[in-house]
């Protein structure tokens, strides 16, 4: 049993209770999948679904040093402290009823064999969900262009969110010591402009991305990972990076402006992220970057005009990958 969960059991709280106050209990998305798959794994869930679903819940509970609660209420997500819902998965087609996919949520996928005995976890944000649906049957629901032309680089938030400010970087005992004030950010982000990036073409949006993600953790001197399409793209930064070669800026299933909690840091909210939009000119096999705006969600709409795609409100049915679960 990990220190973590032996202080979940230690708190007394329930599944419902909020973790803000809290962040020391909350289990990173990580630390949630290697938890789940140490405790699942050989579970059998061959009953009707409606008894699966309490087994499950049961399990999941017991796993991460929760109470069993009597009953199981029926909020959204299931697990509101962990800020999870659970699917079993025999197949990979992913079914999410009667509401959208949300970015400040995570989604645990249990997959079962054919006698339904659990034989792998995937823990996943909502934004990872969002790139696997090649039917159309999501949208890419934000979007946005800057109000004038980009000509040069410009820090268009002078200050972090308060938030911020109050939390990490004011804070002497912040679990964030790390953090620099996003006017630090801007001074050693905006050397990138007049570099040269790999262009892997235009089709490759998520090569492009990492590549962009390489060359910002060099310039901040800290190292990266692979890219598991978490929010933010640099979170020891709190930096959602865009490479834009054409005007419009997809921003997928967050809103920069959201006062919503981050999946994977729920202490800082989406509108606490600082957004580093580097535009760029497509020049054969690589690409220059021109120019940095750099500015937090709360301030997005000030430099940026919003105009949104159609939301479809149904039954989901998202195609997961082949290798999805290994």
């Known amino acids: ?16 209770d909020p973790l ?12 949630l999948e290697r938890i789940l798959n140490e405790a699942l794994v050989g579970l059998d869930l061959d009953y009707p679904i409606r008894t699966r679903s309490k087994v499950l819940k049961q399990a999941v509970c017991q796993a991460l040093g929760y109470p069993v609660p009597t009953s199981f209420h029926k909020t959204k997500p299931r697990f509101p402290g962990q800020n999870f819902d659970t699917y079993v998965q025999k197949a990979n087609n992913l079914q999410i009823w009667n509401e959208e996919v949300s970015a400040s949520r995570r989604y645990v996928l249990i997959r079962v064999d054919a006698q339904h005995v659990v034989t792998k976890v995937r823990v996943v944000t909502g934004r990872v969900i969002a790139k696997y649906d090649t039917t159309g049957t999501l949208t890419h629901k ?39 004030p996003i006017s630090a950010v801007y001074s050693k982000l905006v050397k990138l402009a007049g570099t040269k990036l790999v262009n892997p073409g235009l089709d490759q949006e998520r090569t492009r991305g990492w590549t962009l993600h390489e060359a910002i953790c060099r310039q901040l001197g800290i190292s990266s990972s692979s890219d598991t399409g978490q929010f933010p793209d640099v979170p020891a930064q709190l930096i959602e990076a865009k490479l834009q070669t054409a005007p419009t800026i997809d921003l997928g299933l967050v809103c920069p402006d959201s006062t919503e909690p981050i999946a994977d840091h729920p202490e800082f909210h989406h509108c606490d992220v600082r957004y580093a939009v580097f535009y760029g000119t497509a020049r054969g096999a690589s690409v220059r970057l021109d120019h940095l705006v750099l500015v937090t969600g709360a301030d997005f709409f000030s430099y940026f005009r919003r105009f949104e795609g159609k939301v479809k409100n149904a039954k989901l049915q998202i195609p997961l990958p082949s290798d999805f679960f290994g």
């Open 142 to 180: 934000y979007q946005a262009r800057s109000r004038e032309e980009v000509t040069e680089s410009r820090l268009v938030s002078q200050a972090d969110t308060s938030h911020v400010q109050s939390h990490a970087i004011a804070n002497p005992e912040s679990p964030w010591p790390d953090l620099l």
């Open 20 to 31: 803000t106050n809290r962040p020391n209990l909350f289990l990173k998305t990580r630390h």
């Open 1 to 16: 049993m990990s220190s973590k969960v032996r202080a979940i059991a230690a708190s007394g709280l329930s599944i419902y």
